[in-house]
């Protein structure tokens, strides 16, 4: 008997615009179902002077089965007013957010429903009359993506800087100063003792070198408002020697 959880999955809903390149939609329609997909095109399925929305809904409602909803990114099918694919869009990600597949036939921003979903660009193949061989390559792609034997690659700018600028290693860096960080328990143990003590000088000086002056200095000026009433005063030097100072005030 044939798997019938593999025949739901071959299922195919083909959302797009009507206006823009709905040849496109025709031609993955023939040659998916050449693959052995069952696809949902609404110019096929919907007669003349027919129910629009029955059809259209009862097509969508077959995805709570299995299948893809895969839609063709234009201008036209993303624009946001007066626009029907983006009511198809919205009810697939609510429905069957995890077989969604955009693709993006000319360059445009997919809609904000699917934003986070990572679309598949074809557009080197359009038009695929004048670029088959790179639409068929194409084509091997989507078969793939649809038969959940590859993911779509990730689109992203900032993966693509992270593939060309290889980030710095600072593992060794950051070993080779470990061994010497000491923390600053035994600071504020120093300061506690000079808190405490009856007779001890009105001035606590702390030095330390490069680093140690942003959260350190704070946390200590913390530590010493929550003890008592202190001036607190720090003196740092930048990379160019000049002198900077900063100071944190609690009461007289």
């Known amino acids: 008997m044939p798997n019938q959880s593999n025949e739901r999955n071959k299922y195919v809903f083909i959302s797009y615009s009507h206006h823009e390149l709905p040849e496109v939609a025709r031609r993955l329609k023939t040659d998916l ?11 096929d399925r919907i007669a003349a002077g027919g129910h629009w929305d029955a059809t259209l809904n009862e097509g969508l409602q077959r995805l709570k089965d299995g299948g893809w909803f895969v839609f063709l990114m ?4 993303v624009r946001q007013s007066h626009n029907f694919c983006l009511n198809e869009v919205t009810w697939a990600s609510y429905h069957t957010r995890d077989a969604i597949l955009p693709l993006r036939l000319v360059p445009c921003e997919p809609p904000l429903a699917i ?4 679309y598949y660009p074809i557009d080197d193949a359009i038009p695929i009359e004048e ?13 793939a993506f649809l038969s959940r034997k590859k993911t779509v690659p990730v689109q992203d700018e900032r993966i693509r800087l992270k593939q060309i600028l290889q980030p710095m290693e600072f593992e060794p860096k950051r070993l080779a100063v ?3 960080f000491m923390g600053r328990e035994w600071v504020l143990d120093g300061v506690k003792k000079w808190l405490q003590a009856p007779n ?3 001035i606590f000086r702390i030095g330390g070198g490069p ?34 100072s900063s100071k944190m005030k609690n009461g007289t």
């Open 178 to 180: 470990l061994d010497r």
């Open 131 to 143: 670029k088959e061989e790179r639409y068929l390559e194409h084509l091997k792609e989507i078969e």
């Open 33 to 43: 179902e050449a693959l052995g997909y069952e696809v949902f095109l609404d110019i």
């Open 200 to 202: 001890a000088p009105r």
């Open 115 to 118: 934003y986070t979903i990572q």
């Open 74 to 77: 234009t201008p036209s099918s």
């Open 211 to 244: 680093g140690t002056t942003r959260t350190n200095p704070t946390s200590i000026g913390s530590f010493i408002r929550s003890h008592a009433n202190s001036l607190f005063v720090w003196k740092t030097m930048d990379v160019n020697s000049k002198a900077r």
